[in-house]
């Protein structure tokens, strides 16, 4: 009997153990792996193995008295990490936003999880903790929420291109049917006009018993997904617009169907309204595919630029391969006309790459030797031989997509107003009904009045149009900004881009082309111009700033100082210092100089910089050697760039670390009126919360690296040019063209952007704000109620597609 009971309980136990496969970063050997081992070991009912090789640890937790929630923080206690993972699914199933909300609900509830989820683009953007939740785990969450879900990839996206195009076709031919069949139900319509909905007649052109046999295929089988539709958002605990159509056509059927039946000859039937509801409701669904799946053009188009075959040369001969054979390293030939199947550096051979579908810019760039060659990008005459950097999910276009797909996924603030009140419309919509009906039988004794009104009530009220607003601009938007060279990170900053008012620039490699030069060399009394460069290149070969590369390119040919080079220490945005051999030698800003108390020559410092170079000072045992002039051109449309986004209303502030005298002689040659000198790359931020002074909002556009805390620091930041660095973490929109036009463009589609949602939060309000009051008068017959429903989501993402108009100034 106690062995019995000892194995029922050991049962029980393995019953209620739970177990974990957690990955875990940061383990650099064995002792790492032991360590967490006993820090889990020690929580109560935790059993824990962690494994090296796979970066994993297997945690079984019994009988409850330890959570994954405590697992988790007792790694992360530990200096580890359980990184999230990052998942797409397609969503098929949802008829309106309030699905969207009610899904969106439903995964956010699971352990780990955080969701959103479109109803324009038909996905879910997950990010989780492995262990906490798996795919599977989520997948079979979206099914008993009553959606489909399915993992987008290249391959998948493909598929489910092909499900959704047979889904459409499917959805066509249920449409045909359901309109052959209610065509000869439509002929009732003028006798209904002419009796007055609701009220009494019994001029049926078609026998009631025919309209019966015509309009029940409509309601249960064409109408079947509305039913199947309202019953998982009742079973979910919400509501959504299945709920409306399933309750407004029930109602009208089964009244009808019980006149009919009851041989109530002086009472109207309705199923015409029922079956042409059905009908109208799913013409404005296939409408709203067939616009919808516009809005994702640009994706789709982007997606067909990754070419599948490669050329290489295999044993002496040319031979094509499949893209997905090819690894960093390998070498592959680019014939004229060809498209780049990954990026690459050129090895050998000339010619002019046409990289428009990348980075917006029309005319071809010229390629040689050395030059960085990307994916899709399309090859002129020349023949080109070059070695493969990023493959795969490496390559600029791939990351190109993945920004488009992020920012197509996520939710502008504007959204939110129309979120919450997709959550709620539905049940309040029936409960305006509900008191339609009620009131209407109570003033006109007329139950057949009362329900149709209700009806009415029902069918006009439709929460996609609130739900389609935002995302399809967003997704129209960032697409046309894909196009030209613009990526949005979230609809968030595609929203706030268009309020900003202060736009901040950094100089260098900004407004200038960020490639200095050496254009003058002024040796002090006593050295010459060579031996001023070869200290100045002595000390910079150990910096990677541009300027010191100008300063060792313009060295190179110069007889180098054969002293050894110790103590070097360099200043963050001021110089570097060091010994060279038994001489002191600094090289910096010229403040950097002054602040050691080093007399500069005055009258050259004010000469250079007034024609906006850049100094380098050199001295050597506290006396000044030199000063080294570095000029960085000012790119071609900087100044046109400027003029148009002060035109845009914009105030331009440049931000440089130069001397006062070259900063304002560069702001001059660019039109800046506003800057400020002597910023180092570490000020830049707080220059920025400065000018944030008096709710000003506040952009930031620099090239991405150096200013960083710039950007961050910034409303919405602006990395200018990054090329292959596509994913530059702490810009809100990357350009990737060299072009400060590139800021005004972003602006313009932001504004067009806003517009047009705005246009569409009208739309979808005015139908519901003057349909709704009107049904409820009874000024609205349910036909076309049903109508006006149906054509208030098309309207909204016609409208949306009306962006794909906007184009970026040439």
């Known amino acids: 009997m106690a062995s019995h009971s000892l194995a029922a309980g050991s049962q029980g136990a393995a019953e209620n153990a739970r177990t974990l496969d957690l990955p875990v970063a940061g383990m650099t050997c064995a002792a790492c792996a032991t360590r967490i081992e006993k820090v889990l070991n020690r929580l109560p009912g935790v059993a824990a193995t962690v494994n090296l090789a796979t970066e994993k640890a297997h945690v079984t937790l019994e009988g409850g008295q330890a959570d994954a929630d405590a697992v988790i923080g007792s790694i992360r206690k530990a200096g580890f990490q359980v990184p999230d993972a990052d998942l797409e699914l ?8 309030a699905c969207a909300t009610r899904l969106e609900k439903v995964l956010n509830r699971l352990p780990g999880v955080q969701a ?4 324009a683009s038909e ?9 906490l939740s798996t795919v599977e785990g989520v997948k079979a969450a979206v099914a008993r929420a009553g959606f489909e879900a399915h993992e987008t990839s290249t391959a998948q996206r493909e598929q489910e291109r092909d499900r959704q195009k047979r889904a459409w076709n499917a959805e066509l031919r249920r449409f045909c049917i359901a309109a052959l069949l209610s065509l000869p139900l439509l002929a009732q319509m003028p006798v209904m006009f002419g009796a007055g909905w609701g009220g009494e007649g019994h001029y049926d052109i078609v026998p009631r018993w025919l309209q019966l046999i015509l309009a029940t295929p409509v309601q249960f089988w064409i109408g079947a997904r509305f039913y199947r539709g309202a019953f998982s958002a009742v079973r979910g605990g919400g509501a959504n617009m299945d709920v409306l159509v399933a309750l407004g056509t029930s109602m009208a059927y089964f009244y009808s169907l019980v006149v009919t039946l009851g041989g109530w000859h002086g009472l109207h039937v309705y199923f015409e309204a029922s079956a042409t509801i059905i009908t109208l409701v799913l013409l404005g669904k296939l409408l709203e595919a067939r616009a919808k799946a516009r809005t994702g053009a640009a994706l789709d188009a982007l997606l067909r ?30 014939r004229p006309g060809d498209a780049v199947p990954v990026d690459g550096v050129v090895v050998s051979g000339r010619s002019a790459v046409n990289e428009a579908m990348l980075t917006g810019e029309s005319l071809p760039v010229d390629k040689q030797a050395d030059d960085e060659v990307y994916a899709a990008a399309l090859n002129g005459e020349g023949v080109l031989r070059c070695r493969a950097t990023g493959v795969g999910a490496a390559t600029l276009l791939a990351g190109i997509i993945r920004l488009v797909e992020q920012a197509q996924g996520s939710k502008a603030p504007v959204q939110r107003l129309a979120d919450r009140i997709s959550a709620i419309f539905v049940p309040v919509v029936v ?35 609130l739900g389609l607003a935002t995302p399809t601009a ?33 100089k260098t490699g900004t407004l200038t082309e960020g490639a200095p030069r050496v254009v003058d060399v002024r040796p002090a009394e006593g050295r010459t111009r060579d031996g001023l460069l070869a200290l100045a290149a002595a000390l910079e070969r150990t910096s990677s700033h541009p300027i010191a590369q100008a300063i060792l390119a313009a060295a190179e040919g110069v007889t180098m100082p054969t002293d050894e080079l110790r103590d070097v220490r360099a200043v963050g945005g001021r110089g570097i210092e060091g010994r060279l051999g038994a001489q002191r030698v600094l090289v910096g800003s010229p403040a950097f100089l002054e602040e050691r108390a080093i007399a500069l020559p005055a009258a050259e410092v004010a000469a250079l910089a007034a024609r906006g170079q850049t100094l380098v000072a ?48 560069i702001a001059a040659e660019a039109g800046v009126e506003e800057w400020q000198a002597n910023v180092l790359p570490g000020d830049k931020a707080a220059a920025v919360e400065a000018l944030k002074h008096g709710g000003e909002r506040v952009g930031m556009a620099g090239d991405g690296i150096n200013d960083a805390p710039a950007l961050v620091a910034a409303d919405v930041s602006f990395a200018v040019g990054v090329g292959a660095d596509i994913a530059v973490e702490a810009a809100d929109i990357t350009l990737v063209r060299n072009s400060l036009a590139g800021v005004a463009d972003a602006i313009s589609l932001s504004r067009a952007t806003l517009r047009r949602i705005r246009l569409n939060l009208f739309f979808a309000f005015i139908y519901n704000v003057v349909g709704i009051p009107l049904a409820v008068l009874g000024l609205l017959n349910p036909v076309i109620a049903g109508a006006a429903m149906a054509m208030s989501s098309v309207s909204v993402v016609s409208n949306s597609l009306l962006l794909r108009r906007w184009r970026p100034r040439a």
């Open 431 to 465: 409960g305006i009904a509900l008191l339609t009906f009620i009131g209407w039988w109570l003033y006109a004794g007329d139950f057949s009045q009362a329900l149709i009104n209700a009806v009415a009530v029902l069918v006009i009220a439709c929460p996609c149009a």
């Open 618 to 665: 050199v001295a050597v045992d506290g006396a000044c050697a030199g000063v080294i002039g570095v000029a960085d051109r000012l790119r071609p449309d900087s100044a046109a760039a400027v003029r148009r986004l002060r035109e845009l209303g914009l105030r331009v502030v440049m931000l440089t670390g130069d001397h006062e005298a070259t900063a304002r002689a």
């Open 474 to 506: 967003i997704m129209v938007g960032t697409g046309q900004g894909a196009r030209a060279g613009m990526l949005v990170k979230n609809a968030a900053a595609l929203e706030l881009a268009e309020r900003i008012s202060v736009l901040a620039v950094d």
């Open 123 to 131: 996905r879910a953007s997950l990010r989780y903790t492995p262990g």
């Open 116 to 119: 959103s989820v479109s109803f």
């Open 305 to 334: 630029l990754q070419p599948r075959r490669a050329w290489v040369e295999r044993d002496g001969a040319v031979v094509e391969v499949p893209v997905d054979s090819l690894q960093p390293g390998d070498e592959f030939i680019l």
């Open 90 to 97: 397609a969503i098929a199933g949802m008829s309106c936003a």
